[in-house]
């Protein structure tokens, strides 16, 4: 679907916008290093569109090298990216429009992150870097201004895979209304119905078989309906239903509750010819409390008329006949043995092999060289799920690149924060401060920052993540614990990280730093 495209099109220009802050962030932590040689350049008259001109230079430089290693990149995580979308991504590395969308990443990517540095770098004189090692200082509160964009764009990325997992996480254990757990799935038709009959008495009498039915569409996915009218319903009183035909026992295979009335059986001649059963919210549909015994009639261009006419023999309770990312709706079972596509076998054993061991051989032996195809109920509802899975798989990856490149920033700007207040660091052991109190200084400033994040991250984070649950008539509340534990984890590393540099820059022999200058 088009939203993925858009999403994780959207996520890749955020990525790389993180990248750019990171060269900007430790293009100006090294400034510190590089001050002499620039004061000594301008000492020698070089003019200052000269010092950006190198700047932006090297930022080219360094982007080009960088463009060609993720060309590289690219074709190395292919086949392993194609395996997780299953996809076949091919690239054309001749069409113009491709290698013109490489151009422009390239300049842009340059540009916006070697714009800045230079900028900084070239407008100091050489009076204020040679002999000095402090260096030339970027407008602290625009760097500052960065890394909380660094962490906003971490933060809402957490929090939305975060999310996204624990939607897939209910897609995955939640109740449908029938139990989709140990059944094998055949594809069921053609000569096979002639024989049904004796290969369902041939599987009951297995002692590791608890149950043999079949039907037309999977019970989680129906594809068929009709409209339905009932003696005593007005013409505006029909309404669409969707309509499976099922077996004998097809409820008590899936396990299905009945709500009142009785489920198709042997015993009862007519059920295979005008029986039917509804759902719940059909009967909600009808507004009526009870239905059992009712005549009801069909309609359909293509529905034969000795179809079309039935009494209601029971009610089952709801269960998702659709996606879940659909309401769940009117349904109608009946039995018609002509259109059955798929046979289900239903077992007691952890162990399905000897079960799957008998199946081929039965269908050897009745059909030499006909393909063993099977599959377990299970796995058809995962199936529908396939889009949902991997893009929470992709969204973690995301999220790892997007947090080590933020962490890289923070590494450039505590560095580069550090150096700009050694002195005062060293003032204060002076004055008997200890490593503790520093560092915990040194934190607060950045736990300001990541909190103003948090703040700007969570509109953003609960607005894309909304706009994604939206896609599902059933899912998952939006929890506050999930910003909470975002937040925590972001904290954790950065503090981890920040807590680090902080102590070996405080732990440094005062006399030393002091007399430097």
């Known amino acids: 679907r088009i939203i993925y495209v858009y999403l994780f099109s ?30 000594l350049r301008k000492a020698n008259g070089a003019r200052r569109d000269q010092i950006v001109a190198q700047f932006l230079g090297e930022s080219m430089f360094y982007s080009l090298i960088s463009l060609f290693l993720a060309l590289i990149l690219v074709e190395l995580v292919r086949p392993l990216f194609n395996s997780l979308t299953l996809k076949q991504l091919e690239i054309h590395y001749d069409d113009p429009l491709f290698l013109g969308g490489l151009v422009f990443i390239y300049l842009f990517t340059s540009l916006i992150s070697g714009a800045y ?7 100091y004189k050489p009076i204020q870097t040679v002999g000095s090692t402090a260096g030339p200082r970027g407008n602290k509160s625009f760097l500052n201004a960065l890394i909380i964009l660094q962490f906003s764009i ?24 029938m139990n989709r757990d140990h059944v094998v799935v055949l594809p069921f038709g053609g000569d096979l119905i002639k024989v049904y009959d004796v290969l369902r008495e ?5 002692p590791y078989v608890v149950n043999v039915s079949a039907s037309y569409d999977l019970p989680f996915f129906l594809t068929s309906g009709v409209g339905l009218s009932w003696e005593g319903a007005g013409e505006d009183e029909t309404f669409g239903v969707s309509y499976n035909m099922v077996d004998y026992d097809f409820i008590e295979c899936m396990e299905i509750e009945m709500l009142e009335g009785r489920t198709f059986s042997r015993e009862f001649a007519s059920d295979d010819s005008i029986a039917y059963v509804i759902n719940e919210t ?18 359909h261009p293509h529905l034969p008329s000795h179809l079309r006419k039935g009494t209601i023999i029971g009610v089952v309770k709801d269960f998702n006949i659709r996606p879940l990312r659909e309401e769940i709706r009117p349904l109608v079972l009946r039995i018609y043995r002509p259109f059955y596509r798929q046979m289900y076998i239903r077992y007691n054993s952890e162990n399905p092999e000897v079960l799957l061991n008998y199946l081929q051989e039965m269908q050897s032996s009745l059909y030499p060289g006909l393909p063993f195809y099977y599959s377990f109920l299970n796995q058809e509802f ?4 396939e889009v949902e899975y991997r893009t929470s798989r992709i969204i973690k990856y995301f ?23 050694k002195k005062e660091i060293a003032i204060r052991k002076v004055l008997a401060s200890s490593v503790s109190q520093i560092v915990e200084m040194i934190l ?27 896609e599902f008539a059933f899912g998952i509340k939006i929890s506050p614990w999930t910003y909470l534990i975002s937040l925590i984890i972001v904290l954790v590393i950065a503090f981890l990280t920040i807590g680090f540099l902080s102590r070996k820059s405080a732990k440094a022999n005062p006399a030393l730093v002091l007399k430097q200058d």
């Open 10 to 39: 959207g996520i890749a220009i955020l990525i790389l916008l993180l990248a750019c802050i990171n060269y900007m962030n430790l293009s100006t932590a090294r400034s510190i290093q590089r001050s002499k040689e620039i004061g």
């Open 117 to 123: 540095p230079a900028l900084v770098l070239s407008r």
């Open 154 to 177: 971490s933060l809402a990325l957490i929090i939305s895979a975060v999310t996204i997992n624990r939607q897939v996480n209910y897609i995955h254990s939640k109740d449908i209304g």
């Open 202 to 206: 041939e599987l009951m009498s297995l």
């Open 282 to 299: 059909a009967l909600k549909r009808m507004g009526m409390d009870h239905a059992t015994g009712l005549n009801v009639h069909f309609t």
């Open 382 to 385: 995962d199936q529908l799920y």
């Open 399 to 421: 999220t790892v690149i997007s947090i080590l490149i933020s962490l890289l920033g923070l590494f450039g700007m505590t560095l580069y924060d550090l150096e700009l207040r």
């Open 444 to 470: 607060k400033n950045y736990f300001k920052w990541i909190l103003i994040s948090f703040v700007i991250a969570c509109p953003l984070a609960f607005y894309i993540t909304r706009q994604w649950l939206q």
